[in-house]
């Protein structure tokens, strides 16, 4: 059976993406890439970390997950809220009308959800 | 289908409590109030927020959202054990025996989960 | 109908792991402990939190819940990561491969999920 699951990340805090990154890195190494269904969910000030002017470790990391067919899905809402114009993101990333509706729609569509 | 979700908050944090009241309102802007079935369950020190000798900038939002449907679920294991009697409580807000009986059921029913 | 649910800690705070156990007891006391499959999944330093030659207050509700049916499942990554032998681990605990596909799969089980 496919795995499905959406990571949720909604503070601007380093150490839990790398948590949700590292998350994502042991299912994968668990269960393979292609045994699995994965999204990122931004909202808040999380996705204050998806910025492309502000490279960071983890950045290349985003990159090279979204290759393996991670999605990462940023807030609108919360963008809008801070001022951050989707032309600085992250190019792996795609922006969602609102995080909150993805969360829902996802697990109603049999997503596990984890809050790292 | 009707989008279904309940929101966790278990912290007297206000920040916490605002991100879930702002996730609620970018859900009823993008799919409307009728169109989902919204409950907030409180438990641990979060209960703290809900009194109504407290008056808070939200409070007046929790009143709102309550009037468009959305059920606010208070632990009443965690007001005891903080002394707070229910009598002090917004009036829009509901004592449940147990919080985590409901977080567990709401799901068992197709809610959706999400701790801001 | 049996109630299902996998509590998820990640950090080493005593406060989480306490909220946690606290939530398992109300269930117990308010649905039976024969009604409910519990699990708590810990991964990340979260896991720091379960060694038997630091015996905190909690572990001995550890071990009580245990004998009532709870399952405590800790990673085995962040065992590695951390340099923590399994040998030195509560008796009770059972190592998994991976936390995060302990949390996909109890999920896809119908497991409900709660992050205190």
Redesign the interface.
């Known amino acids: ?1 496919q ?3 959406v990571l ?1 990340v ?1 503070r601007e805090n380093q150490g839990r993406l790398l ?1 949700a990154l590292n ?2 890195q ?2 994968f ?3 393979g890439p292609e045994n ?1 269904n994965v999204c990122v969910v931004a ?2 000030t999380a996705v204050n970390l998806f910025q492309r002017e502000r490279p960071e470790p983890y950045s290349e990391d985003i990159e090279r997950l979204s290759g393996l067919g991670v999605h990462f899905l940023l ?1 609108r ?1 919360s963008l809008s809220n801070m001022d951050i114009p989707e032309s600085s993101l992250l190019g792996t990333c795609k922006v969602v ?5 993805e ?3 996802l ?2 569509e ?1 997503y ?5």
């Open positions: 059976m795995l499905k699951v949720h909604d948590a998350n994502i042991n299912l190494a668990q269960a699995a909202n808040g807030c809402n009308p609102a995080g909150i509706l969360l829902v729609r697990q109603m049999g596990a959800y984890v809050k790292p």
